[in-house]
């Protein structure tokens, strides 16, 4: 069975500019969460998608959204880039919505670089 | 509001040695699931161990165990006989409703 991937692997933005980044769960997962990963913030919980719903969103600003589709493919969007969002982006699936005894499988993430 | 924390930015241990690395966590929830999740240098975040809240049996996983203490709300991870390739960042993790609460990590180096 595949794991998660993500699309692209590496990514260098200018401030202002807006970013998608793509992540394609595990087959049959439903549940995609995308969490922001940085060395002085650490890993930060940014939203969960269950069954193209969000369910849950931690506390980042209204610039960071996200979707997923029919497939559980989640997209996430980062518009008017800031350096400060420079980070390892994750995805993760799992089987069901956080708050299950279900692991979370971590893509190899993106690598975003805002200049 | 859940919170995980690791007060062990980083820790060393020598090959083969034991080693603990503290969790504790605070939640009003009353079911919940803990885990250790490991993150190898430049590679991806796998799962090491679960711990279901509602078990008082410790989890094992081979050379990998837990010290669950429920009441004083602490999920601690013993690695045993320390492999070179256990150095990783480690990361505690609570699961509540609809969310999982990662701590900061703690950074395992193993000494050869």
């Known amino acids: 069975k595949a794991g998660v991937t993500q699309t692209p692997r590496y990514l260098i933005k200018t401030r202002g500019q807006q970013v998608t980044l793509s992540c394609s769960p595990i087959s049959g997962h439903r549940s995609v969460s995308w969490y922001q990963q940085t060395p002085g913030q650490g890993l930060q919980f940014l939203f969960e998608?269950?069954?193209?719903?969000?369910?849950n969103k931690g506390n980042f600003p209204g610039r960071f959204s996200g979707r997923q589709f029919s497939n559980s493919r989640s997209e996430m969007n980062v518009s008017t880039l800031e350096l400060g969002d420079s980070a390892l982006y994750l995805c993760?699936?799992?089987?069901?919505?956080?708050?299950?005894?279900?692991?979370?499988?971590f893509g190899p993430g993106t690598r975003l670089t805002v200049t | 509001a859940q919170t995980v924390t690791q007060s062990q930015p980083e820790m060393s241990v020598q090959e083969a040695e034991t080693v603990t690395l503290s969790c504790t966590y605070d939640?009003?929830?009353?079911?919940?699931?803990l885990f250790w999740y490991k993150q190898p240098p430049s590679r991806q975040m796998i799962l090491v161990i679960r711990q279901e809240a509602y078990k008082q049996q410790n989890a094992t996983e081979n050379r990998f165990s837990v010290n669950f203490q429920k009441a004083a709300k602490s999920f601690s991870l013993k690695i045993s006989d320390s492999q070179l390739g256990d150095a990783a960042m480690y990361f505690c993790v609570a699961s509540g409703t609809y969310k999982y609460i990662f701590g900061t990590g703690t950074r395992l180096k193993v000494l050869a």
């Open positions: 998608y269950f069954s193209e719903t969000q369910r």
């Open positions: 993760a699936s799992s089987l069901a919505a956080g708050g299950s005894s279900h692991e979370q499988y």
């Open positions: 939640t009003s929830e009353s079911d919940y699931y």
